[in-house]
Structure formats: structure tokens, C-alpha cells
């Protein structure tokens, strides 16, 4: 299983990104996807959740509204859309076919300055 993130990067405050995750080694297409991100001395936490189909059903509170994910099933990919960034999001971000994100690949890191 290989899952790597990508697209992330140094932002202002308020910019957007959309983020990347490329995976192989699984049937991506029957997997309900995650997002997760590690900020700073802070602990793991899960801020997306894609169904199979493509349908968002989950978004951290602190994200949602600025935050939507999708995926392309055909290209075992998945993307993270983040609006109206705050340094808060600030962290490793990672894709993961799991929730606690215990099979997660490589982060991206996002930094959004103030």
C-alpha cells in the first residue's frame, strides 16, 4: 500500500490550496477515504471523510465550510480543497484509507503565515 500527498506549501492567511493524494497498492475505488493532518506538538486528527462514491460525509468542525474533498476513482487519487486558510491549519497533512490514519503515507506540509 503507498499513499503520497502532494500540493501543499507555504500560503498567506485566507489563500487556498488543494492537495493531492496519489495511492496504489489497493482497490482504491472500494476504500472510504480520510484526510488527516498533524499539527505542531499536537496530536493526529482526521478532518475528511470520502465515500467510495465520491461523497463527502465528515469535515472537523474547525474546517468545515472552507474545507471539501473529492476523488477520482479512475486515477486512484483523492484531493483536498481548503479555502480561507488560517495559520491554525497549519501541518502534515496525509491521506489514508483508514481513520485513525494508521496506514497513512507521506504528509504534505502546509503552512499558512498570519
Known amino acids: 500500500v503507498q499513499l503520497q500527498a502532494s500540493g501543499g506549501g507555504l500560503v498567506d492567511a485566507g489563500g487556498s490550496l488543494t492537495l493531492s493524494c496519489k495511492t496504489s497498492g489497493f482497490t482504491f475505488a472500494t476504500y472510504w477515504m480520510y484526510w488527516l493532518r498533524q499539527a505542531p506538538g499536537k496530536e493526529l486528527e482526521t478532518i475528511s471523510r470520502?465515500?467510495?462514491?465520491?461523497?463527502?460525509?465528515y469535515f472537523l468542525d474547525s474546517v468545515k465550510g472552507r474545507f471539501t474533498a473529492s476523488r477520482d476513482n479512475t486515477k486512484s487519487t483523492m484531493f483536498l480543497h481548503m479555502t480561507d486558510l488560517k495559520p491554525e491549519d497549519t501541518a502534515l497533512y496525509y491521506c489514508?484509507?483508514?481513520?485513525?490514519?494508521?496506514?497513512r503515507g507521506r504528509g504534505t506540509l502546509v503552512t499558512v503565515s498570519s
Open positions: 489514508a484509507p483508514d481513520k485513525t490514519g494508521a496506514t
Open positions: 470520502i465515500t467510495t462514491t465520491g461523497e463527502p460525509t
